[in-house]
């Protein structure tokens, strides 16, 4: 069965300063990676995906992600952190096979500091 | 125009009674999901439903019953409500048949359980 692992269950970051979440994965072949962020109080907001090909994905709000194979990882960066960012993360695994379902991770609060 | 809607918003019911939550999609999506996230903000799938079609039940009490009378509608009964199924429960869609993994979420409902 597929697992999600992020490291950091809270980090904070300085307005300005650059932000970097990582996740880990395990699954059996290459997997569907999806990062998602809840802002407090609302829905999961898709942030980029990675399915095959470029292994840097480009996602909405000047995020981008990395996938590395060898690292079984898929972490999540942004040059620059604006107050608005702050918000939980949530790096997801999709297995087609298992009727598309998401396996989360256990999120990240990320903390914007003035 | 609201891609994935759910009602209500906020439930709060007491021990032992049935209540139901609605979710509605007008992506033209055919796959729907039911999350639940708990109070440590942990996401787990429910089940999921493709084209009317049951295709996911996860280890969930039987007392959790959906239904889709359609592709566009996704609903969750719970018959005779516990304390701890108090928990945030999102509604998610996506398109299987053309190829698009991810998922879109509602705004989710929570439920509070007294």
């Known amino acids: 069965a597929q697992s999600v692992t992020q490291p950091d269950i809270h980090i904070t970051v300085s307005e300005g300063a650059s932000l970097e979440l990582r996740c880990n994965y395990s699954y059996g072949a290459t997997p569907y990676l999806f990062w998602y962020v809840q802002s407090p109080g609302q829905g999961l907001q898709l942030l980029l995906k990675y399915f095959s090909g470029d292994t840097l994905v480009q996602g909405i709000k000047g995020f981008e992600a990395e996938f590395k194979r060898s690292q079984s990882s898929f972490n999540l960066r942004k040059p620059s952190v604006h107050w608005s960012d702050a918000a939980e993360y949530f790096c997801?695994?999709?297995?087609?096979?298992?009727?598309?379902?998401?396996?989360f991770g256990g999120g990240t609060r990320v903390l914007v500091k003035p | 125009d609201t891609a994935v809607s759910q009602t209500p918003k906020y439930l709060v019911t007491q021990m032992g009674n049935d209540k139901s939550i609605k979710c509605e999609q007008n992506?033209?999506?055919?796959?729907m999901y039911w999350y639940k996230q708990d109070s440590k903000k942990f996401l787990k799938i429910m089940f999921s439903y493709n084209n009317k079609e049951l295709i996911i039940n996860e280890t969930v009490p039987n007392r959790f019953s959906p239904k889709s009378p359609d592709k566009a509608h996704l609903n969750l009964h719970i018959n005779s409500l516990e304390l701890g199924d108090s928990a945030v429960y999102f509604c998610a869609s996506s398109s299987r048949t053309s190829g698009m993994y991810e998922q879109y979420f509602g705004p989710g409902t929570r439920l509070t359980v007294t």
């Open positions: 997801a695994v999709g297995v087609r096979t298992a009727g598309n379902k998401l396996t």
């Open positions: 992506l033209g999506h055919d796959t």
